[in-house]
């Protein structure tokens, strides 16, 4: 009801009319009534997938297995850059129909191998996040942490094998031949398949188990909550 209402408001603004009731006390007395009268919807369980876990997960997945491999460079990128799932994966209607997919969407164009000092780096640019609702894009810089969950080793390993796809191509990808569309519900239900193969049981792992698995670590490991906030893109 507060979603329509807020909807209800925004449209008064755009057509200039009168929008004062929407702040009268009264309504929002109404709105407590209800919620009093009503159960409260229970909250989606999110467990946490912290790094032990991610560490975990990839000791169970293939290095030579292309799908294993697109899994691995995913995995790692949306625990090192706190990616929500919506980030890097597609529903079937997304895939490129024009021009602007890239505004959108991660493409293998988002993704940059560079070296600073000696050290490898990889350069990431999200065309778009809930952060950014206007489009001007974040650019991330992430460094190799050169142990079993790499976010730039696992990213070489992925471009290496996949070399026959244009750069306007979304970046993650099912299968090296029928490139089906990276989904929601493909990724959860792999995350899922390797936390039960890795004795990780049957939490309530999802889509948005990265972005809180990976600023849950960074707090475990003494990174300040200003530190976190700048890594995860939260104001």
Not at 51 to 63: A, G, V, W
Not at 142 to 147: H, T, Y
Request: with cysteine.
């Amino acid at each position: 009801m507060k979603l329509y209402l807020t909807g209800l408001k925004s449209y008064h603004l755009d057509l200039g009319i009168e929008y004062a009731a929407f702040s009268d006390p009264r309504l929002e007395r109404t709105l407590h009534g209800i919620k009093r009268d009503h159960n409260e919807p229970g909250r989606r369980q999110r467990t946490p997938l912290t790094r032990p876990h991610l560490l975990l997960l990839l000791s169970k997945m293939s290095l030579t297995d292309y799908n294993d491999v697109v899994l691995r460079a995913a995995f790692t990128l949306a625990f090192a850059a706190f990616l929500c799932m919506g980030q890097f994966t597609y529903k079937r209607t997304d895939i490129p129909t024009g021009p602007h997919f890239g505004s959108w969407f991660l493409t293998k164009s988002s993704i940059r191998l560079t070296e600073h000092e000696g050290e490898q780096l990889l350069e990431l640019t999200l065309p778009a996040s809930k952060t950014d609702p206007f489009r001007h894009g974040v650019e991330l810089t992430i460094a190799a942490s050169n142990d079993p969950g790499c976010p730039v080793y696992a990213m070489k390993q992925f471009l290496r094998m996949d070399t026959h796809r244009p750069l306007t191509a979304p970046l993650f990808c099912v299968g090296i031949l029928q490139q089906l569309p990276f989904t929601r519900e493909y990724v959860v239900q792999k995350l899922q398949r390797l936390a039960m193969g890795a004795g990780l049981g049957h939490e309530a792992w999802n889509g948005h188990s990265f972005r809180r698995g990976a600023a849950t670590w960074a707090a475990q490991v003494g990174i300040s909550e200003t530190q976190i906030q700048t890594l995860g893109r939260w104001r």
